[in-house]
């Protein structure tokens, strides 16, 4: 019979445990408010209208908006129609990074969208549900005087979600609409220095193609990295945090094996949780700096998608073996109900994400919103992930409610209990009940703190200082994670200690002889908390 | 027909001939082609208006020929935004017309060129530095003779050496008191292609000495800032399309004529505009890669040595706005910012390039797992030009009149009215008020309302009424080729039947 050591550890200590972990939470913020920058960065381009005045000759393919060998430009389209150019010729060239700039693997992403400038006239209107046909690709070199080498080439539709604000009258032309804007383009590694996106917009009247698009006067592109000091904190906080969780872990895990007993359900979980904490921890994000692995986006959704749902899974199995019922769990068979939703949504999520992420490696400017059965697949996975999230939640506060409801029946009769029994059970519930707390303090501070990032414009400045709220939330939140899960299996490893002193105990003894004469057909007698051990002979009488 | 120009030709009766046109340019019957669509080229065709031979103000209201009745002076002012039955503006301007031979007070010296009568008016409008005047050669030294020409009663005495030395005085005072808006002549230097060559910019019309040294230092952005230019009258004569003042450039500095030199709402629109023009040419230069200097050398975030991999530039409409900031306002801050119509003018400077930031759209893009918002980014595009020219045109329509107050050492500028709430540093203020801008004054610059096209039915200021100013307006048929039935793409190409339509076009006398 073991009690975990938050049962046995004085409160002094656990203040002083507390206090440490409170310190390194404020650090782990700190690090982001303080030294990183913001997480990402936009970048407007505007595309440079270029003359394709190759007819037959296929030498010059790229096109570049400027520098030593730019293209011939045009300034405005009133001058393609003086100088009788053809929309085929013409060519919306936009070099990455801008100029005197590099690109750099510690970007990690690149994602680019795309904003369509369309004048209104009155008789060159924008039709109803319009498609655009673009003819993209994308090239890389790594010199300036470097050829540039294709990446990718596509022929991609895109629907125009556009509104004209004013009325469609004479008076108002020349302004533009309001159109949404377009995805574009992701790619999950930046390993070269210097990129280049031509877009065509071929037209075709007899196959109907980029006819009744309106006049379009400019394309512009916003491209979306994340900023490169950010990375460098990132990573360097991740390598911290690896061998931290790591070796709790082992630690955790020894203490478990130098028992008689066999691990039960809920030791297990922790030790999983640990695992997965420790799967996203492992930055192997360093390989990225040195090799084009453009899987790394999906490979970090993945990991990320594993630890949520191993999080979930642990909260439903830590109030399922607080239970205090007749049930007997202990098995992870018994929480099918409610593993079940986190398991479907998250295979949800994971194929979508394929669906996504997964065509990008092949085709970075593949979008599944861009077509219509696209959107409604893409929206049927989100809104039954959605639907078992909401599902798991009922669960969980179903079972956190009844947790407390037999924590509340146990401590009315508590008065009738002997004085050190009745002191013991008492401290045992007031560190569920704490650690249910931190549970959900942390639940709700990740669910502040991503509110105020997306409410708040991103950094505030008090005097000098600049802080970064996005950073600060995505360290301080990591941080919290991380913390959490190394003060799990800390507090819920078996206490050694307690060990010899419940032996000794005569009290306890005798109600652990009849609990195993109770409890004769139970595979695990030892619960791993004291709490849990209650709830075990709860449920027997 | 494929390929065609997008618009068609007209053929437009010449209604009455004239010998000679005067120093407008096509520019400056903009506001009558603004709604038609007329080719460029066909502007040469267009009747040229004849100057009203009968006095220009008739006082009592004539039926015209065209079935219109004319309007009093009163309505006229309030077209300016006054409301009718204020004494129109030219009472106020008359007395601050200078003397021949008079150069005026000081301080109107920098306002505006000093003014002669009427052999002066025609070589001061083609004052340029001495060093652009010698450089540019006879080419346009014979383009101003031609203007000289074009004035109706020559000087008698024209080669008497006063007048010569009063000219060149005049050419010096010309130079040195330049208005500031001068540098707007960079739009219609569409001759010299690129600015590439610091000595180019010693030959641009129009920028004074401190500008030329900005130039230099900036050649790549003087493309932009040239643009910015035509960018800011583009918009301005559109947003002007319908009013009597209609933005009509000249071909002579200053670039709108003398309206502008003076303290009116006019000038302070067409301050804001150009100053919101530049900062907006300068900020899509940057996002083209048109130039190296944007974002992040300025005003990174952070400050780490890194710059851009580290933390990413910062916006580039900073750089646009402080760009703008410190070529357009260079003249008045040179002059320590002392003067009213400094004052003026670095305020509405400034109005226009708020009329930008303040308008910028804040656009999201959540990007975080499965498209999730957990990872959201957002930026800042500019407002479409067209947007800022409306924005502008409604603070011309509330602009505040002003006058100068000292509190304590500061010169400030507050309502003439105390009545009125105070201006916010984004509306307009002006210092005069407007002339009607009914009749013919080369010696202003205003060309006057004559010739222009006006809407018969609208009794609104583009309206035959408002706009002749009373003067009544012909009426004429004119055989317009349209274009129907086309098929557009989304650029370049036009296929269209040609369709023959009889319109009535109205003109003012």
């Known amino acids: 019979m073991a009690g975990a050591i938050i049962e046995n550890m004085s409160t002094r200590k656990l203040c002083i445990v507390g206090g440490i972990l409170l310190v390194l939470q404020v650090i782990a913020f700190l690090v982001g408010g303080l030294i990183a920058p913001s997480p990402t960065t936009a970048v407007p381009y505007m595309s440079v209208k270029c003359i394709d005045v190759r007819k037959n000759h296929h030498k010059t393919k790229w096109l570049m908006p400027w520098g030593p060998n730019h293209c011939k430009k045009l300034k405005d389209f009133d001058e393609a129609v003086s100088r009788q150019i053809e929309a085929n010729d013409i060519v919306f060239a936009v070099h990455i990074p801008l100029p005197s700039k590099e690109m750099s693997p510690w970007f990690q992403f690149m994602l680019f969208i795309m904003q369509l400038d369309i004048a209104f006239k009155m008789d060159n209107d924008l039709k109803e549900n319009a498609e655009i046909t673009l003819d993209v690709s994308l090239a890389y070199r790594d010199d300036m005087f470097d050829d540039w080498e294709e990446i990718a080439h596509a022929i991609e539709i895109r629907k125009l979600k556009c509104t004209f604000g004013s009325p469609k009258t004479v008076e108002s032309e020349g302004r533009h609409y309001d159109c949404d804007f377009l995805p574009f383009m992701e790619i999950g590694s930046v390993a070269h220095k210097y990129y280049l996106i031509n877009i065509r917009l071929p037209v075709n009247d007899r196959k109907g193609i980029n006819v009744g698009i309106g006049e379009i006067k400019d394309i512009r592109l916003v491209g979306i990295h994340q900023n490169g000091g950010f990375t460098k904190v990132w990573f360097a906080m991740k390598t911290f945090l690896t061998p931290s969780i790591l070796i709790i872990m082992v630690w955790y895990w020894r203490r478990i094996t130098l028992m008689t007993r066999a691990p039960v359900l809920l030791e297990k979980v922790i030790f999983a949780l640990g695992i997965s904490m420790t799967f996203i921890n492992i930055p192997v994000e360093w390989f990225s700096i040195g090799f084009d692995w453009t899987w790394m986006l999906l490979f970090g959704d993945i990991r990320q998608g594993i630890f949520y749902a191993m999080l979930l899974s642990f909260w439903i199995i830590f109030c399922g073996e607080h239970m205090m019922d007749q049930n007997e769990r202990n098995r992870l068979s018994g929480y099918w109900k409610q593993v079940g939703p986190i398991a479907v949504g998250s295979f949800c999520l994971f194929v979508f994400d394929m669906c996504e992420r997964g065509v990008q490696l092949k085709n970075p400017f593949y979008s599944i919103w861009t077509t219509e059965v696209g959107t409604e697949l893409a929206m049927a996975f989100i809104i039954v992930a959605g639907i078992c999230l909401c599902l798991y939640f009922l669960f969980l506060c179903f079972m956190v409610f009844q947790v407390f409801r037999n924590i509340s029946g146990k401590q009315s009769s508590l008065p009738a209990m002997s004085k050190a029994r009745r002191l013991h059970y008492e401290g045992l519930i007031f560190r569920f009940k704490f650690l249910m707390l931190i549970t959900l303090a942390c639940a709700a501070m990740t669910v502040i703190f991503f509110i105020v990032s997306q409410v708040t414009e991103g950094h505030w400045k008090w005097g000098d200082m600049t802080i970064q709220v996005n950073s600060a939330f995505f360290t301080g939140i990591y941080g919290m994670w991380n913390l959490y899960v190394f003060a799990l299996m800390f507090l819920y490893a078996p206490s050694h200690k307690n060990y010899g002193e419940d032996q000794s105990n005569g009290d306890l003894g005798v109600n652990s002889g009849e609990e195993l004469q109770l409890t004769t057909t139970i595979t695990h007698v030892d619960g791993p908390t004291e709490v849990y051990k209650l709830a075990r002979k709860e449920a027997q009488e | ?509």
Not at chain 2, 77 to 92: D, I, K, M, V
Not at chain 2, 399 to 412: L, N, P, R
Request: with cysteine.
């Open chain 2, 1 to 509: 027909m494929r390929k065609s120009p997008p618009l068609p030709s007209v053929k437009v009766p010449r209604l009455s001939p004239r010998p000679e046109n005067p120093p407008r340019a096509a520019a400056a019957t903009w506001g009558t082609l603004a709604d038609s669509p007329l080719p460029s080229t066909s502007l040469e065709k267009l009747p040229t208006p004849s100057l009203p031979s009968e006095p220009p103000m008739p006082s009592p209201p004539l039926a015209r020929p065209g079935g219109v009745l004319a309007v009093s002076p009163a309505q006229g002012a309030a077209e300016s935004g006054r409301p009718p039955g204020l004494p129109p503006p030219p009472a106020r301007l008359r007395p601050r017309r200078s003397i021949p031979g008079r150069a005026g007070r000081a301080d109107s010296r920098a306002e505006r060129p000093p003014r002669e009568h009427q052999p002066g008016s025609a070589r001061r409008s083609c004052p340029r530095p001495p060093a652009a005047a010698a450089a540019l050669g006879a080419g346009r030294r014979g383009r101003c003779r031609r203007r000289l020409r074009a004035v109706p009663p020559r000087p008698p005495s024209r080669m008497s050496p006063e007048y010569f030395l009063r000219s060149l005085l005049l050419i010096i005072l010309a130079t040195f008191s330049a208005n500031a808006s001068n540098w707007l002549y960079l739009a219609k230097l569409s001759s010299v292609g690129s600015i590439s060559e610091e000595e180019t910019c010693e030959k641009l019309k129009g920028l004074i000495q401190r500008q030329v040294q900005m130039c230099k230092r900036n050649l790549e952005v003087m493309d932009s800032v040239r643009r910015g230019a035509q960018l800011a009258i583009e918009e301005c004569q559109y947003q002007f399309r319908n009013r009597r003042w209609n933005c009509s450039t000249l071909d002579t500095l200053p670039v709108f004529g003398k309206v502008v030199t003076q303290g009116t709402r006019e000038a302070a629109f067409v301050y804001a505009i150009s100053s919101a023009g530049v900062a907006f040419a300068v900020t899509r230069a940057c996002s083209s890669g048109e130039l190296d200097k944007c974002g992040c050398d300025r005003t990174v975030q952070g400050g780490s040595p890194q710059g851009f991999q580290w933390s990413g530039c910062s916006d580039n409409i900073a750089y646009g706005v402080a760009f703008s900031q410190s070529f357009v306002d260079i003249r008045e801050r040179s002059k320590g910012a002392s003067s009213n119509r400094a004052l003026m003018n670095l305020h509405n400077n400034e109005a226009g390039r708020k009329a930008i930031l303040n308008n910028m759209r804040v656009e999201c893009k959540c990007h975080g797992v499965s498209g999730s918002c957990e990872f959201k980014t957002c930026w800042k595009a500019m407002p479409p030009f067209r947007k800022v020219g409306n924005i502008l045109k409604e603070k011309f329509d509330g602009a505040t009149e002003v006058e100068q107050s000292e509190i304590g050492s500061t010169k400030v500028l507050v309502p003439k009215n105390s009545q009125f709430k105070p201006h916010t540093d984004e509306d307009l203020v002006y210092l005069d008020s407007s002339p009607d801008f009914c009749d013919h004054d080369l010696k202003n610059g205003v060309l006057g309302t004559s010739g222009r096209q006006c809407n018969k039915t609208s009794k609104a200021i583009d309206g035959c009424e408002l706009m002749c100013c009373g003067r009544g307006f012909h009426t004429d048929e004119v055989e317009v080729v349209e274009r129907c039935s086309c098929k557009f793409h989304w650029c370049c190409s036009v296929k269209c039947k040609p369709c023959h339509r009889v319109v009535e076009i109205h003109t003012c006398r």
